[in-house]
């Protein structure tokens, strides 16, 4: 063995293998152990990496909100020069459907972790933390299609943004968890988009 | 130790032990050890109620279940001889919000379960069908409401069945699970029923 490890890979290869087991054996799973196993190397050399369970919990979770982020951010510089809020909304939504493999194994790394932080406080705040941000931001989006006419009036944009939100996670995890066709939740989210924001452009 | 031992209490008492640790740290914790310690009795006790894990989650999930029914039933029970749509429908998914201690119990039992089911097709099926059923119940009320010019129409009514009871369980995820206050869940849900169903009746 060269005396220079690469650090780095080593360490890429073990958080592959820990996705990995996360994603298909859900983060219960998740052990020294099972993650060693999967990556071929010995158990010394992951706890060298992720000390404790908690720690590799927390880089499968902000693994998975990085690829989040990431879509999120290709779905917008997909939309053009002046999205209108509606294609804004849409798009940012749509993202928290797990429509494919790929969002499929990190909705289930996301829901086992909102599980874990339904017991453990410190979780649940930095979950809330991230949550009340896009919130507001669906909130403005909202609010300026009120003020141009463009979505009917007379509803709380944060009370909307809040439900809308909601609706599109509600959607997530009944695709994941209980069968819900990924037809029917983007055909729920798209007329929830509708009455809220409009019709979109033609 | 007389020899007429009370099964049903025993039972009961290792049922409500695996429930409590459940609902405080999650179904990952659920073992015959820690049930066992939380119980007072013997591993060799619980294993004799509960021979594998799967059991034990299926139990679990079972007892939350069997509660939100009761009190889904007792939520109508409460509404009187004639309950307008918007009543029916507004009392059923209110208590999918984790409103009390109590409810907040169950609602994390619930999370770990789909969590669990997110990797575990068998399980998905059976949530599956409950909702499928409360689904189409509550798309029948929103075809009536529309049918009778209380609700607005131009809506799909299973879409929108779809979305507010994704919704409901979205705000239920985020009050658990990232520090969504109750207030805000339920002003959230309530404005959409407005939009859904028609004001309430005063």
Known sequence: MPKQVDHHERREQIAAALMRVAATQGLAAVS???????????????QHYFPTKDSMMDFAMRSAGARYEA?????????????????????????LLPLDETQQADARVALAFQSYAATKLSAAEDLG????????FLADQIRSAQSTGAAPGGVDPLHAATG????????????LSAGLSTDAAIAALDAQLDITLGPPPR
Chains 1, 2 share one sequence.
Do not use: Y
């Not at 933390?129 to 507001?136: F, K, M």
């Open 129 to 136: 933390g991230g949550n009340a941000e896009l919130r507001s």
């Open 164 to 175: 809308l939100f909601a609706m599109a996670e509600g959607l997530g995890l009944q695709v």
């Open 71 to 95: 879509r999120m951010n290709d779905a917008i510089a997909g939309l053009g020069e002046r999205p209108s809020a509606r294609e804004l909304v849409g798009a940012l939504l749509m993202v």
């Open 32 to 46: 020294l152990r099972h993650v060693a196993a999967e990556a071929g190397v010995t158990s010394g050399m992951v």
